[in-house]
């Protein structure tokens, strides 16, 4: 029997490494998968604890076997995961899980890993598992929702085994990467899942809200693996907060809450899980929910809910008479079109459209480079836009979320060719009415093309609220008696099929004058019509005052806030400066990468470097930062910012380049261990050198072990540490301590915001520097002095 024939509760098993480490199995530095080589028994009596006390699903000891992390310890992935199927096979349970873990590296373009590279991994471990025996594939402990995407992806086309996918939230309701739990549920149920739920990170209580809304949203089974709650140390020893009896008094309020499987993960073993098990039997069967089918676009972090609500395509990023978009296109300037998705996202697009059709260009390689480039600086879901099905599975499967594909009509080549890809991705399909025959001419002809592209959607199990109908602008100018058919074919659609409607708006003006105020008045009407979502151009001001406008009619715009907030003085919301090139600030934040770097090189011509950084980099950053904290912007926003500010201080420090020629003495410098945080680190080093001194620059994440040995080797008589988390004050406090205990005869200065004189007095340093130019003057006046 397979598990996704299983009706009534299943029961996980509970943590592996919690009782490696209480049984002190665990060696500093070494994998505990290689365990299932080298203590087989013990894995073994492991998963014999958890099947004796009534678990269902033992899950393998293979978190983390991938080539990856695996790539120092000369054993093969197969290896391993064929080691530790056995293991848990020998325990008899009903099933088994190939447990998979991430990678341990951020995906392109916030880190180095493609999303191809992680893919691999994930497949070898699949197609290992599965040779060996496994009966499920558990995917969990996923922060970023692209690389349990692509987990998931290699999953479902490396075996034929369910596969089962979890994610790790915070007490804010999203993940690290800022997805939250309705994205989650939709995405991946969406790539076909056969149940998917959220494990480790906290304990049931605190899980419970992101637990209802897995349920809400997911048409699949609910599994739930908490933690023992919090972690707290004792005698150098970690214990959890929650006992078994607690927890699974937790557990039951999540299974009346909807959740049909549940095991535990870090701080949880066999007694919690019997706990649980007993909870289940007194239960006996599961609630039965019925989730809310609604239609949603989705990046990882925002969703567009169509629902009762306008969208708006922005159509910015598409070729068809731009030549300017052409040119970009073809001499490969990125910058130009991240900044057009930039400009529409402020300009209140909620979706962007996305056409990189030239016959001279390799579209699904373009198609894929341009949704990454894209995704990484908008939050807004895309439309992949395409006659080439091979262009649009390339968007699809890059696009991390719920993408619309553009398109299908009505021929059944299209149909078949294109509806099989957003099956497997679960994208939402836009289906224009128009057949072999061209387009009709009547309203009743035209929803009949669309009923036929939803039967043919649902036949390849796409759910209704996943096709959305183009009802197709002609224009005024030229057809002048078909404007009012396509108005009558979006009022058919809506009320004969129930579906969502799409037009391209601006085709009804080609060819008059005065195009926005033709556009904004034929958008005014289609919206009465019951249209959902134009494509249109969200900086085309006229067409979004009567966006704006209907938004207020229709109840969205709750007591007119918005509308009153942008409309009650008319303030221009530019950011523009006079020359009409973007601040260097508003760069920074918005993520533009090439844009901070001509920024720098302009204001370079008039200004000092530090007043450049004090007056632009620190001011943008905290402000990204602030938004950081309040949850208005996620880490890929604030990576982003961080790389324009890189690419802004490289020309910074290009510029400063061969300032000094005599040393002045040497400084070491270091961000502390577990602390990745090197921005201000820079800019220090930079003023130091700029002052004539040599630096020795460690990098970041730096152990304590490092700056004792650099600083003995260069003799430096002065140390500079760099910190920027509360949580990362301790390596300061540690790696001071090293050089103590190592008789290391040097002086140390640390810096960093979350610094203050209390704190460097605290770490045992010699000197707080608040900025740059205090680390400078504390360095003269100690080389001064020697
Ligand atoms: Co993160 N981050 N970040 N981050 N980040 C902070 C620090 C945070 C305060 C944001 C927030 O929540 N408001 C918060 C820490 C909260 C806390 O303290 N507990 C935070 C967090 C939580 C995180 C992550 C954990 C996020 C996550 O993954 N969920 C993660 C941490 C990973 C890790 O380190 N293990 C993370 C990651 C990142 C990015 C990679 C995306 C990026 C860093 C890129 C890089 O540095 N290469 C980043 C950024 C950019 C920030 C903010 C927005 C900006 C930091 C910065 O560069 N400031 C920051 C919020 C903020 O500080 N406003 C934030 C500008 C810089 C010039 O200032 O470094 O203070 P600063 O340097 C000044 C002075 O302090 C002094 O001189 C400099 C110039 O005047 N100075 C010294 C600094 N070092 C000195 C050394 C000296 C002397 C003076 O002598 C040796």
Not at 86 to 108: F, H, M, S, W
Not at 223 to 245: R, S
Not at 311 to 324: D, Q
């Amino acid at each position: 029997m397979k598990i996704t024939d299983e009706l009534g509760f299943v029961l996980f098993d509970g943590a592996m490494g919690t009782i490696l480490q209480e049984q002190n199995l665990l060696v500093p530095g070494e994998l505990p998968e290689l365990l299932n080589l080298s203590n087989p028994d013990e894995i073994c009596e492991i998963h014999k604890r958890y099947v004796a006390v009534g678990c269902d699903v033992i899950t393998t000891n293979t978190f983390g076997a991938n080539a990856h992390k695996m790539k120092h310890c000369g054993i093969g992935v197969e290896e391993v995961i064929s080691a530790a199927v056995r293991n848990a096979k020998a325990a008899n349970p009903k099933y088994v899980a190939l447990d998979i873990g991430p990678t341990g590296q951020l995906l392109a373009p916030m880190g180095t890993m493609t999303f191809c590279e992680a893919y691999d991994l994930f497949a070898q471990q699949v197609r290992a598992g599965a040779a060996a025996g496994a009966d499920l594939i558990l995917c969990e402990t996923f922060s970023d929702l692209q690389e349990i995407r692509a987990c998931v992806l290699a999953a479902k086309e490396n075996c034929d085994l369910p596969v089962i996918a979890t994610m790790t939230f915070t007490e804010d309701g999203r993940t690290f990467m800022g997805t939250d739990a309705m994205i989650a549920a939709l995405t991946l149920s969406g790539l076909g899942v056969d149940a998917l739920g959220v494990n480790c990170s906290l304990g049931p209580d605190a899980l419970l809200p992101v637990v209802q809304d897995l349920v809400k949203y997911s048409p699949v089974p609910v599994l739930v693996q908490a933690n023992a709650g919090l972690p707290c140390e004792h005698e150098g020893h970690t214990h959890y907060d929650i006992d078994a009896k607690a927890y699974a008094q937790s557990v039951k309020t999540l299974i009346e809450a909807g959740v049909r499987m549940v095991g535990g993960c870090c701080g949880t073993t066999p007694e919690y899980i019997r706990e649980v098990g007993n909870i289940l039997k007194e239960q006996k069967t599961p609630v039965v929910c019925t989730p809310v089918r609604q239609t949603v676009l989705c990046s990882a972090t925002r969703a567009q809910v169509l629902d009762g609500k306008v969208t708006v395509i922005g159509e910015r990023i598409n070729p068809t008479g731009k030549k300017r978009l052409k040119e970009a296109l073809r001499n490969h300037q990125m910058d130009y079109l991240i900044g057009e998705a930039i400009d529409q996202t402020k300009a209140g697009a909620d979706v962007l459209d996305i056409n990189v059709g030239l016959p001279e260009l390799d579209e699904p390689a373009m198609m894929q480079e341009v949704v990454r480039e894209v995704g990484a600086v908008t939050p807004l879901p895309l439309q992949i836009d395409s006659t080439d099905p091979i262009a649009i599975e390339a968007g699809v499967r890059e696009f991390a979320g719920i993408a619309l594909i553009n398109s299908v009509n009505g021929k059944q080549e299209t149909l078949d060719a294109i509806l099989p890809i957003a099956k497997k991705y679960g994208s939402v399909v836009l289906g224009l009415t128009l057949d072999e025959t061209g387009i009709p001419e009547t309203a009743q002809e035209r929803l009949q093309i669309a009923e036929r592209i939803l039967k043919a959607a649902q036949a390849y199990g796409i759910p209704k609220e996943k096709v959305m109908i183009d009802a197709l602008v002609l224009t005024a100018s030229a057809q002048q008696e078909q404007v009012m058919t396509t108005l009558e074919t979006v009022r058919l659609v809506k009320e004969k099929l129930g579906l969502k409607t799409v037009l391209g708006v601006s085709n009804v003006s080609f060819g008059l004058p005065n195009r926005p105020l033709f556009n904004s008045m034929f958008l005014s009407a289609a919206l009465g019509a019951g249209l959902d979502a134009p494509i249109m151009n969200p900086m085309a001001e006229e067409s979004m005052k009567a966006i704006r406008c209907f938004r207020v009619c229709n109840c969205e715009d709750s007591a007119a806030a918005d509308y009153i907030a942008r409309y009650a003085e008319e303030t221009p919301a530019s950011v523009q400066n006079a020359t009409g090139e973007k601040s260097l600030r508003s760069c920074i934040l918005e993520g533009r990468a090439e844009e901070a770097a001509r920024a720098v090189r302009e204001l370079l011509k008039t200004q000092e470097p530090f007043k450049i950084i004090d007056e632009n980099f620190i001011p943008a950053l905290d402000e990204v930062g602030q938004g950081f904290e309040k949850g208005t912007l996620f880490l890929p926003q604030l990576m982003q910012s961080a790389s324009a500010v890189k690419a802004a201080f490289d020309v910074i420090k290009e510029s400063a380049d061969g300032a000094e020629t005599k040393s002045r003495g040497t400084v070491i410098l270091a961000t502390v261990k577990g602390d990745i945080h090197d921005i201000g680190k820079n800019i220090v080093k930079m003023m130091l050198e700029n002052y004539g001194y040599t630096v020795i620059d460690l990098g970041r994440d730096v152990p304590p072990e490092t700056v004792v040995t650099a600083t003995k080797e260069y003799q430096a008589p002065l140390v500079g540490l760099s910190a920027l988390m509360t949580t990362t004050v301790g390596g300061m406090k540690e790696t001071i301590a090293a050089l103590k205990e190592a008789g290391v005869p040097c002086k140390v200065m640390v810096g960093g915001a979350v610094l203050t004189p209390e704190y460097a007095r605290m770490v045992g340093a010699d000197f707080y520097a608040k900025d740059a130019r205090e680390a400078v003057k504390i360095a003269n006046e100690l080389f001064e002095r020697i």
